[in-house]
């Protein structure tokens, strides 16, 4: 089957249970979508659901099942995969111009898609025996979206086997690649996101499918630099990454890994000049073949109107477009309750915000008011912070204890207020919230499932962009908004993509600045501040070069946040350095 896709974007992973089921929803519509891995609990779940759906029998594979988290993964993964192929194929042996799914199918097409241009034409061609070639033409070239799989390389923890012995392919994301792997899934890769984890990269050499494409590899970075170090890295065992998803270090959705100071922008353009480079340097290393195998570059993060799209494409020749936040407005193609869903779309620019809510340590995009904030703050007021700990998948701190615990857990908060650096820290010890029940239960919430019995609140982690989005509605509605065959879908106000990211970034330096500057860190931390502010700096030159934004609200916007970055130099002492 052709991997490449009849779209020209994809919903990138969301949450735990945001994009748990979106293939089953958008890929008999050639729309190729990413479900996370890490919660094999909320997995099984959504298998009993869609395996009763499909008249399937369901035999649940319990926590005492040797190796069941990576076996709850791959029933899961291969009960999709039968799923989709069935929907597709009957999708595919519809009747046009009916207003049946095969219709849906190619008007959500790209504007200028060549497919789309044929079925315009089958549309309004009266002669039977042209109309069935074309039909029958149109129908060999349909393929559904690729089932792709998120593996967070940081969620890795240790896990004994029944008899107390550490295994490494016992742990966390050995496992849930090692689901992946053994499932039926083709035309389908792996994301990794969150840096290097040189255990579960060595991994991947285990695997036939890794080494042969049937599986691909893709790598999310945040620079041009990581994603040489890694490719490098797992060219050398063999292994092809076949696509790199830039992401934006500040303006996405769920944890956010910001960078020194480096723009969107910039890393784009280094990644188009050096593409070539990157492809070489990999390929001296992979020595398989003649001729280096092809390399995507993807961008996510903060899209959201057709004009932003467009230029990604066309003037930085990115293959595909992440669109995560505004699909959560989505239910066609989503799974999000009813009133979070709500609350997103009556979101405004202050009610999603940088927190420090994640017991990773990592900055993490939260929106305010859901029912799981409103849970936290409630069990602080009674004196009850923090959650039951339950899944464990985030539970890696040993600062009391020999077993790893959670820092949003009740035992960890307890223990950390109880010392004088907690009670110093008291803030941000008790922002710590519950993520892996917290971004699973609005996938219970919506299919009248059971996840964990009495903890029922959602936590909800859009990107900063979801607070221009306002309106529920259809698939087909958000891609004719992505391919601008309609009015624009955002507010008036929305900024550009690339001025939001600035002011992130600006936002982000002033609060680190804050932090420290009163602390006795602070001396060693002030090449860091002017390396971060020289860094803005040259990536705001950067976007006065740009012949596509070269548009006076575009430059006066720039031109005022360039002023704001001065004073911050000016007021902070932060001599600007050569980047």
């Known amino acids: 089957m052709n991997s490449k896709s009849n779209h020209t974007f994809h919903i990138p992973v969301m949450g735990l249970a945001f994009t748990v089921d979106s293939p089953i929803k958008v890929a008999r519509f050639g729309i190729s979508s990413v479900l996370s891995l890490a919660e094999d609990r909320l997995i099984e779940m959504m298998r009993k659901k869609y395996s009763e759906l499909a008249g399937d029998d369901y035999q649940p594979i319990g926590p005492n099942v040797e190796d069941y988290r990576a076996k709850r993964i791959t029933s899961y993964l291969n009960l999709i995969h039968r799923i989709v192929q069935k929907q597709f194929k009957t999708l595919q042996q519809e009747a046009f111009g009916e207003g049946n799914e095969i219709d849906q199918y190619f008007e959500m097409l790209p504007t200028d898609s060549v497919l789309r241009a044929s079925y315009t034409q089958l549309l309004k061609t009266d002669c039977p025996t042209k109309k069935g070639m074309l ?39 050995v496992a849930a690649l090692r689901g992946y792997a053994l499932s039926e899934l083709r035309n389908s890769s792996l994301v990794f996101s969150a840096g290097m984890n040189p255990r579960l990269f060595n991994y991947l050499e285990q695997f036939e499918d890794f080494q042969t494409g049937k599986k691909k590899v893709i790598v ?154 409103k849970e936290r703050l409630n069990r602080i007021k009674q004196n009850k912070a923090g959650s039951p700990c339950t899944e464990k998948h985030l539970a890696f701190n040993t600062e009391f204890t020999t077993e790893p ?52 609140a959602v936590t909800m982690c859009p990107g900063p962009n979801i607070a221009n989005f306002s309106q529920i509605v259809s698939l087909k509605t958000m891609l004719d908004h992505i391919y601008g065959r309609i009015q624009d879908l955002t507010k008036e106000s929305r900024p550009h993509l690339f001025l939001a990211e600035l002011e992130l970034y600006v936002n982000f330096l002033v609060e680190s600045i804050e932090e420290e500057i009163n602390t006795e860190t602070w001396a060693k931390r002030t090449k860091y501040f002017q390396t971060f502010t020289a860094n803005l700096q040259s990536g705001i030159e950067y976007y006065k070069t740009v012949p596509a934004l070269a548009k006076k609200s575009f430059l006066n916007t720039l031109e005022s946040m360039e002023n704001e970055l001065h004073f911050i130099q000016q007021k902070y002492t932060l001599q600007t350095i050569e980047s």
């Not at 960890?412 to 029940?437: H, M």
Request: glycine letters at 8%; one cysteine or more.
């Open 135 to 173: 039909a029958n033409e149109l129908r060999s070239k349909m393929q559904p979206g690729s089932i792709d799989v998120n593996i967070m390389t940081k969620l890795d923890k240790s896990n004994p086997s029944p008899n107390g012995d550490i295994k490494e392919e016992n742990s966390d994301a």
């Open 220 to 373: 999310k970075v945040t620079d041009f630099r990581s994603a040489l170090i890694q490719g490098k890295y797992l060219a050398k065992k063999g292994i092809w990454v076949s696509e790199f998803r830039i992401e934006s270090g500040l303006n996405c959705g769920g944890h956010a890994f910001a960078t020194d100071g480096y723009l969107l922008g910039p890393i784009l353009e280094e990644f188009k000049t050096k593409k070539q480079e990157l492809i070489d340097t990999m390929f001296s290393l992979f020595q398989k073949g003649e001729k280096a195998p092809a390399i995507k570059i993807s961008v996510q993060g903060g899209i959201g109107t057709h004009e932003e799209d467009q230029l990604l494409h066309d003037y930085y020749a990115v293959d595909s477009t992440g669109w995560g936040s505004p699909f959560l407005l989505v239910p066609e193609a989503t799974t999000v309750d009813e009133e979070t869903m709500q609350l997103l779309a009556s979101s405004k620019k202050e009610d999603i915000v940088l927190s420090k809510s994640s017991p990773l340590g990592v900055r993490f995009n939260y929106l305010k008011g859901t029912s799981g904030h």
């Open 405 to 456: 615990i959670c820092t949003a857990s009740k035992k960890y908060i307890q223990l950390k207020l109880a010392t004088p650096e907690g009670q110093a820290k008291k803030e941000e010890i008790l922002a710590k919230e519950c993520l892996c029940v917290g971004l699973s239960n609005s996938a219970a919430i919506v299919n009248k499932e059971s996840f964990v019995k009495k903890l029922t």
